[in-house]
């Protein structure tokens, strides 16, 4: 089987790629900007004839398409995730291949949900960001194209290679720089938030199920569990052997928590109130920057609160994946996280 994956170089595209190389029965051509692309192609500018005479010389029967932007303004992100996804379509109508496609969609299309709630694929999407409604409408032309075609959507990817903006970034590089510098707490905002936490390895096992598939339309990869991020954050304190406290900047009101961190540390977590006034720029962003003793104004954020437009909470029915795929998520959050750490702390 041939495949032709776009976007091998992007962060959930690397893992795609090792997953389908390491099939035998698997022929891949990788297709994108970078110099190591078998093919140089930029879906944002390049035409559907120049890419549908591409496709009809490759002939594949699987097209994956891992490529897109996460970040910019509305016109960027539209550009490199909806027109690049029409161009795509239009190729693929028109090219006698036949390929089934793959896309690469995510949790933010759906936008916020009910704490507690598991959203399934008919949940009725409305994104709260213009990067969900980007990849919203990407779905929308792949579902309409009358291709045989799936999008996977995928919840929070974690794992090895995350990038250093994602929460789960910015919580290993405040940790690192911690150790490094021998800081004994860090000031920390944005935990508040609950996401759905899926393995890179298990997406690209995913995709590699879907690529096999028969199945159509939308079907939800993810954990089937939410996690708070300031639980991930006690994980990965325990993981790093990071003694420290972590103090929690915005936890909501109550009574003291006990420290996110390291078994061994018998600190508390305050509230914001308890440590000072937090007070965010003009822009309504966390300073920047690592926590130091007696300076309260400079606080590490994990996040600016729900950038992806999610809102608080956000838990995947992964129902369908299993029936449909046979595919189940193996490796926790633990592992993951540990992944992560193993990273930073090669920058220590």
Not at 327 to 348: K, Q, V
Request: aromatic residues 4%.
């Amino acid at each position: 089987m041939r495949v032709l994956l776009i976007g091998a170089n992007g962060y959930l595209g690397r893992f795609v790629a090792d997953r389908l190389l390491a099939d035998p029965a698997v022929q891949l051509t990788a297709l994108g900007r970078g110099d190591d692309a078998d093919v140089r192609f930029d879906l944002a500018t390049g035409s559907p004839g120049a890419l549908t005479r591409f496709l009809d010389a490759v002939h594949p029967g699987v097209v994956v398409n891992c490529a897109g932007a996460t970040r910019g303004g509305a016109r960027e992100l539209t550009r490199h995730n909806t027109v690049a996804v029409a161009t795509v379509c239009e190729a693929l109508r028109r090219s006698g291949c036949g390929a089934r496609l793959v896309q690469i969609g995510c949790s933010s299309e759906y936008g916020p949900s009910q704490p507690g709630s598991s959203t399934a694929e008919d949940a009725v999407p409305r994104p709260g960001g213009p990067y969900g409604v980007s990849k919203l409408a990407a779905t929308e032309l792949v579902l309409g194209s009358g291709l045989d075609a799936v999008v996977l959507r995928v919840f929070s990817p974690a794992g090895p290679g995350t990038p250093a903006g994602s929460p789960l970034g910015r919580l290993a590089e405040a940790m690192r720089r911690a150790m490094q510098s021998g800081d004994g707490e860090l000031r920390l905002g944005g935990l508040g938030a609950q996401r759905d936490f899926i393995d890179v390895r298990d997406v690209a096992r995913a995709v590699h199920a879907a690529s096999l598939s028969a199945a159509q339309g939308v079907i939800n990869i993810g954990s089937g569990r939410a996690v708070r991020l300031r639980d991930a954050a006690a994980t990965l304190a325990r993981v790093a052997g990071y003694g420290g406290a972590l103090h929690e900047l915005d936890a909501p009101p109550g009574a003291l928590r006990p420290t996110i961190g390291h078994p061994r540390t018998e600190a508390l977590v305050h509230r914001a109130d308890t440590l000072g006034h937090h007070r965010p720029d003009p822009a309504g962003h966390h300073r920047d920057g690592l926590a130091h003793r007696g300076d309260p104004d400079h606080v590490t954020p994990v996040a600016h609160p729900y950038p992806d437009g999610c809102g608080g909470w956000q838990q995947a029915d992964v129902r369908t994946a299993r029936d449909r795929l046979g595919w189940r998520p193996r490796i926790n959050l633990e592992e993951s996280l540990a992944d992560i750490w193993m990273e930073a702390a090669c920058r220590i």
